[in-house]
């Protein structure tokens, strides 16, 4: 079966899922604070998209509840919370040297054919969109974890945790129609107090070490030197 | 049913109550009485659990039965002793200053919060909700590890949030890939994320995926247990934070994270026809339980030492879980009890010990029993007892493993002998000079509740010298859960 054979609204989701796809990489590179957190709700918004579509072609209209608390959540309300963050802590122009950008760009394609080599005994279980979907969901998550490794700037970090998120969420709609509503309920409460403790968090970095930088956390060692 | 209510709804409360009255002068004794409600209605809760069996809340949100019962009389009465201990020793933390009021107010708050999502956890019969409790359990005590706001603490924190933040992701997408096989069965239906609707049809399950979510479920709950290379933010975390805090940490959260893994690994390896659940877990508790006996020797903070002590024992609980059978099960359920016992009986001593030398660093205590024998003496029985001697109870779950280990794998018994040897000498190097040593000048006594500690090491002992029949029942009660088998 060819992709050309598949329905419409499965071709759809399909670009859906590369274009989520290519924000995680968009996010990996992005070097400034502001675009980064743009990058990311953007990211949301096409979760928010894709969510709508499955909901509407597999008529699991609880779904649409799905979506409507993804863009509160990861399109407005956690961009919104960064931004204001981003402003009082005055780190706007901040601009973070990723270290090795292409190093990182070869080590996140790599990721993806890796996550499609995991996902290779599912998705002969499922037809041809959830395939993809699936694997490229493992890789927008290992892609925000690796996001998380390199980054050395705590809002970026955070970024790569919700971008993570995203992924889990996107792998929950993708492969299962959503988990069932009192699961999803939870994720999002979970999602909305981390993002403020993240805040909070933000602040006390800066009061205890006097930067929003993780390189200087390194007061605390496996073994004592 | 009420009891089981009950025991969520009162924690539930004091949370919420806590968060605006968390800084009254009294707030440290009521905490106390809610944990004493909170521990009678887990006892109610066990009574009917154990005279009717197993029972499921209509909505079938929540399932009780012998294996996570017990865990939760547990989970209540170390949160009662803690909250004894917890009294007076923040009293004390905000009398010096460390604390002011507003931080009060969030540790009691958060206190209760995170005994309630310990308890939803455990009880709770939807594998997605249990995800979203441990989640719960790390943003509750997130907080509470950067209390002191010194940057170790907020270190500790930062590192705590983001590793355990990270590893849970990977639990929740094998909890996805459990629905997504669930689904395959009865599509579209919303209780099939239920454990007991899993379990019955666990053999219907397709294989492949089951396997791959068993892989990312024990990366992400491993990452809670502290399962070594996983470990890496447990020593800070449970250093950092104010003590009744790391008491609970090591002596309860890691239990929970531990005991969801089993619960998969119920479910999951009867569907699948190999053991790699098994093995996995061997692995990684073996891996965990000899490194974390070595690192116990560079260790120069009293808490981080007993932390790595924390991460040795659930390594070998988890080994024995792994090894399955009758006898390895029943003897990692003892074990649990007793090490949640003992290790937070110790973590309440060390916090006295703190006090008395005014550090956690291991070279400036010294001589606790000439100071304050009584704080001494249960600092070393304790030390003791959590290393693995006879008559505690310890002992007597560690015996039973070996003896498993023996019957099954007879060449992994050397190196859990020679791990038991190393983590036995990294204890007492530590341990010996803070207790005898010559005391430094002007050291006082502090004023210290030794009744928790007492009470204890107390159980643990009994526990070692005779297991009372209706416990052994009980235990065996859950083994038969877990492995089909009962050991009696």
Redesign the interface.
């Known amino acids: 079966m060819s992709y050309a054979q598949l329905s419409l609204m499965e071709q759809l989701i399909l670009t859906l899922s590369a274009m989520i796809l290519l924000t995680s990489f968009l996010l990996l590179a992005q070097s400034r604070i502001i675009s980064l957190i743009n990058t990311f709700a953007s990211q949301g918004f096409l979760l928010f998209l894709g969510t709508c579509l499955i909901a509407q072609s597999s008529g699991?209209y609880h779904l649409y509840i799905s979506a409507g608390m993804t863009l509160a959540l990861k399109v407005f309300f956690v961009p919104w919370l960064l931004r204001r963050l981003v402003r009082r802590l005055d780190i706007r122009r901040d601009v973070e040297n990723v270290g090795g950008p292409s190093m990182i760009m070869i080590a996140g394609g790599a990721l993806v054919l890796f996550s499609y080599y995991?996902a290779l005994?599912?998705r002969e279980?499922s037809d041809l969109a959830t395939r993809n979907t699936i694997a490229i969901s493992?890789a927008v998550?290992l892609l925000g974890?690796l996001m998380?490794i390199t980054r050395r700037k705590?809002v970026a970090?955070v970024v790569g945790?919700m971008s993570?998120?995203n992924g889990?969420f996107f792998?929950?709609v993708v492969?299962?129609?959503g988990?069932?509503?009192?699961?999803e309920l939870?994720?999002a409460?979970?999602v909305l107090?981390?993002a403020v403790?993240?805040g909070?968090?933000f602040f006390?970095?800066r009061?205890?070490?006097g930067s929003l930088d993780?390189d200087h956390?390194?007061?605390?060692h496996?073994?004592?030197r | 049913m009420i009891a089981l209510y009950a025991t969520l709804l009162i924690p539930f409360g004091a949370m919420l109550v806590f968060a605006v009255i968390g800084h009254w002068k009294h707030a440290g004794t009521l905490n106390l009485l809610v944990c004493f409600a909170t521990f009678l209605t887990s006892l109610q809760l066990a009574i009917d659990v154990f005279t009717n069996g197993f029972m499921i809340t209509p909505g079938q949100l929540f399932y009780i039965d012998a294996f996570n019962v017990y865990l939760i009389l547990v989970n209540a009465l170390v949160g009662l002793t803690t909250s004894i201990f917890s009294r007076p020793y923040m009293a004390y933390e905000l009398k010096i200053g460390r604390v002011d009021g507003g931080r009060m107010r969030l540790y009691h708050s958060m206190f209760q919060g995170f005994l309630l999502t310990m308890l939803v956890a455990l009880s709770t019969n939807n594998l997605g909700i249990l995800w979203v409790a441990v989640e719960g359990a790390t943003l509750a005590t997130v907080l509470l590890v950067s209390l002191y706001r010194t940057p170790e603490s907020i270190e500790a924190g930062w590192k705590y949030f983001i590793l355990c933040g990270v590893g849970i992701a990977q639990a929740l997408f094998g909890t996805v890939l459990v629905y997504f096989a669930a689904e395959k069965i009865s599509p579209g239906e919303e209780s099939t994320l239920l454990w007991s609707v899993l379990k019955d049809h666990s053999d219907q399950l397709e294989p492949t995926v089951l396997m791959l979510a068993f892989v990312f479920l024990l990366v992400g709950y491993g990452t809670k247990i502290g399962l070594v290379p996983l470990h890496n933010w447990l020593p800070d975390a449970h250093s950092e934070g104010p003590t009744p805090m790391s008491a609970i940490l090591s002596g309860l959260l890691l239990n929970v994270a531990l005991y969801a893994v089993v619960r998969y690994k119920m479910l999951i390896e009867p569907a699948l026809n190999n053991h790699l659940p098994s093995y996995m877990m061997m692995g990684f508790g073996m891996l965990s339980f000899s490194v974390a006996g070595i690192l116990l020797h560079h260790q120069r903070d009293i808490k981080r030492m007993f932390s790595y002590s924390s991460i040795e024992h659930m390594g070998l609980m988890t080994f024995a879980f792994g090894i399955g059978g009758p006898l390895a099960t029943f003897g990692a359920l003892l074990h649990m009890i007793v090490h949640s016992l003992t290790k937070s009986a110790i973590f309440i001593t060390v916090g006295h010990a703190a006090h008395i030398a005014g550090t956690q660093k291991i070279s400036e205590i010294r001589g606790l029993i000439r100071t304050q024998p009584a704080v001494g003496w249960t600092f070393l029985l304790g030390t003791v007892a959590i290393a693995g001697f006879p008559p505690f109870g310890v002992f007597t779950s560690e015996f039973l493993l070996f003896t498993a280990t023996i019957e099954s794998m007879p060449w992994l018994v050397m190196p859990l002998l020679i791990g038991l040897a190393v983590a036995f000498a990294g204890l007492f190097r530590h341990v010996q000079p803070m207790v005898f040593g010559e005391p430094p000048e002007g050291q006082l006594p502090v004023k210290a509740n030794m009744l928790p500690i007492i009470f204890h090491l107390f159980l643990v002992l009994w526990l070692g010298i005779s297991i009372p029949d209706i416990l052994a029942n009980w235990l065996d009660q859950a083994t038969i859960m877990v492995v089909g088998k009962g050991l009696l």
Request: net charge negative.
């Open positions: 699991r995991v005994p599912i279980l493992l998550i974890m998380m705590a970090q945790f993570m998120e889990l792998a929950a492969s299962t129609y988990m069932p509503m009192v699961v939870g994720i409460f979970d107090v981390a403790l993240f909070i968090f006390q970095i009061a205890g070490i993780v956390l390194n007061r605390l496996e073994v004592d």
